[in-house]
């Protein structure tokens, strides 16, 4: 079986290993699209704040495929299903896991692709508790979108007590993470998100989706919102965040999704003194994924998510040009990689 991983900066091996075998109580996944991380670049490019290459795991842990075995003491799964990977494991048994946040165990939670061998091969054979069961005629590679969707999913579901509706919301970044949070709150929330973005194409590719663009934190400010905005952070660049808690119409809430450097520092006064509430969001829970394959079916969300996709998809073994391309910034305003079935 082909798999994929990084065995060091800006190195990729493609390897050959004996195919898993399917244990009691497993389900086997034949693997069809696994995409390219903004994790899995940082990692690979060496600027992942915890972790360097090699981990000796397979990459990936963004994922879609069919079952082909199920072992007779499962259950709810049957041969030929689609199915979504959960690739966050926690231990089970801590209060955050009880509680279905295995995001914040602080126990043993482990990611697939860097903690875990991941998705970036042909077969995987997974607990069921590692599966999401796809629509019969869902499109796999949308649906290959789902656990980034998740992503936003949770960081809007924090804030969900809030009327957004009523209030300015703004997102900084117009990456994946950035256009699946607006359209979590776009369309799940009825919101009207305003969206930081600074690149050309992304903003051609945002503007088309219907989003209204500024190219930065102070073209925002100059619109002097009559209510203090709710700002879904997406970035994880420092700048960003620190113009925020520096604007004259300061945020009332801002939720970092972004992952920033270890050591990265805020103005703790003027958040206090601004009365700023900062809310962390870190991945998603199960419902999230759940309410995520449920979301990218409707059309509008579809449409907007395919349309992110870069159309070429690379095999396995054209892995070291499929990561090349995802960091080459030359997408074509497209803003996820797949690797899998051509």
Not at 70 to 76: I, N, R
């Amino acid at each position: 079986m082909k798999f994929v991983e990084i065995t060091a900066v800006k190195e990729i091996n493609v390897g050959d290993v004996v195919a898993p075998t399917l244990a009691a109580g497993q389900v086997m996944v034949d693997v069809k699209y696994s995409g390219i991380c903004g994790s899995d670049m940082h990692f690979f490019l060496g600027h992942h704040p915890s972790l360097k290459p090699p981990t000796g795991f397979i990459q990936g842990h963004e994922a879609v495929g069919v079952v082909s075995a199920v072992s007779e003491e499962t259950q709810g799964f049957a041969v030929g299903d689609r199915v979504a990977i959960n690739p966050l494991v926690g231990c089970g048994e801590c209060f955050n896991c009880l509680d279905n946040l295995p995001n914040i165990c602080r126990v043993s939670r482990k990611v697939m692709g860097f903690r875990l061998n991941g998705t970036m091969c042909e077969q995987m054979a997974v607990g069921p508790a590692q599966l999401i069961k796809l629509h019969p005629q869902a499109d796999l590679r949308v649906a290959a979108m789902i656990e980034p969707f998740a992503v936003g999913h949770h960081a809007v579901s924090l804030v969900k007590w809030r009327d957004l509706t009523a209030l300015p919301v703004i997102v900084t970044g117009g990456g994946t993470i950035g256009v699946v949070t607006a359209l979590v709150l776009k369309y799940l929330y009825q919101a009207d998100p305003l969206i930081v973005e600074k690149d050309p194409q992304r903003i051609a590719q945002l503007e088309g989706m219907g989003f209204r663009v500024y190219g930065s934190v102070a073209e925002v400010d100059a619109l002097q919102l009559r209510q203090r905005p709710v700002v879904f952070e997406c970035t994880g660049y420092y700048p960003v965040l620190e113009a925020l808690i520096a604007a004259q119409r300061k945020p009332e809430q801002i939720v970092i999704i972004g992952q920033y450097q270890p050591g990265s520092t805020v103005g703790l006064h003027e958040i206090m003194s601004s009365e700023i509430t900062v809310t962390s969001s870190h991945m998603y829970n199960s419902d999230d994924l759940q309410a995520s394959a449920d979301a990218v079916r409707l059309p509008e969300i579809e449409q907007a998510l395919r349309g992110i996709v870069y159309p070429q998809v690379f095999a396995l073994e054209e892995a070291a040009d499929a990561f090349a391309k995802a960091t080459s910034g030359q997408l074509d305003g497209k803003l996820k990689v797949l690797i899998g079935q051509p």
